[in-house]
């Protein structure tokens, strides 16, 4: 997680398609 900075953090809590991306990482981890 350390390549990711706050603002891609926001960009991605901001995009619905992009929030299922995280989720996706977020089970991996």
Known sequence: MDDLS???LKAILHSK???LYYLEHCRAW
């Open 6 to 8: 706050p603002s891609d």
């Open 17 to 19: 398609r992009a929030n």
